[in-house]
């Protein structure tokens, strides 16, 4: 039974490639479509099959994802399946991660079976705009 | 509203979180001004694929960009909301 692990770095390697062509030494062979390899494994690289079949829309977002990681040189998350001993491993999830610190709360509108938007609460606060200052009065 | 720091796609049906968080989706995001709840819809070979596809395209240009995004989302669970709309603020 396969291993489920989890590895991120940064691409170094990606290829798309014909259905059936397959990746890799006849003993650690992927049957794959998509390949990538990853900085942080010396030796080794993860695919999926990219089929024309139900999958197919998952498996696109999932190498547009590698794509843009690859052309903006980001870091990419991806759990994969690989069995004991071998190399090469399925790859099922794909993720891009950035660590980001919210500046302002998020803005929530709650939206009724009307289909009326209502708004957020920050919408009855006061204005937190400064007042002008006063205009100085004329002298007499 | 906000900026998204995760963005995920994974095989169909294998889902992300628990009950009673769990979603049933292909595609999650997280935002960094809701760091405890998570989003997503499905993306699969059905009449919705053309629409999520673009929702997603949306969510991925966002990212790379750091601009944020705008979702209408339906409650799914205390933490979990499931994605009907993708805007650009």
């Given amino acids: 039974m396969p291993n489920l692990l989890e590895k991120t770095g940064k691409i170094v ?26 900085n942080a494994i010396a030796e080794g690289a993860f695919g999926f099959q990219l089929r024309n079949d139900n999958n197919l829309p998952a498996r696109q977002a999932m190498f547009s994802l590698l794509r843009d990681a690859f052309v903006n040189n980001l870091p990419v998350t991806a759990d994969f399946l690989i069995d004991t001993g071998k190399k090469n491993g399925v790859a099922i999830r794909i993720a891009l991660i950035r660590s980001q610190v919210a500046a302002t709360p998020a803005v929530e509108s709650v939206q009724r079976i009307t289909g009326k938007v209502m708004p957020g609460p920050e919408a009855n606060a006061k204005s937190t705009t400064p007042r002008s200052k006063p205009k100085p009065r004329k002298a007499r | 509203m906000g900026h998204i720091t995760f963005l995920r796609a994974h095989e169909v049906g294998s889902g992300f979180g628990k009950a009673p968080n769990f979603l049933d989706s292909e595609v999650i995001v997280e935002l960094a001004e809701e760091p405890l709840r998570a ?25 790379i960009a750091g601009r944020p995004v705008r979702l209408d989302y339906v409650t799914t669970g205390p933490r979990a909301g499931e994605i009907i709309r993708v805007a650009n603020p």
Avoid at chain 2, 43 to 54: F, G, S, V
């Fill in chain 2, 39 to 63: 989003f997503g819809f499905q993306l699969r070979a059905d009449q919705n694929a053309p629409a999520r596809t673009d929702m997603f395209d949306i969510l991925r240009s966002a990212f």
């Fill in chain 1, 13 to 38: 390697f990606l290829r798309a490639h014909d259905l059936g062509t397959g990746f890799g030494p006849p003993n650690d062979q992927l049957d794959v479509e998509a390949v990538f390899c990853l």
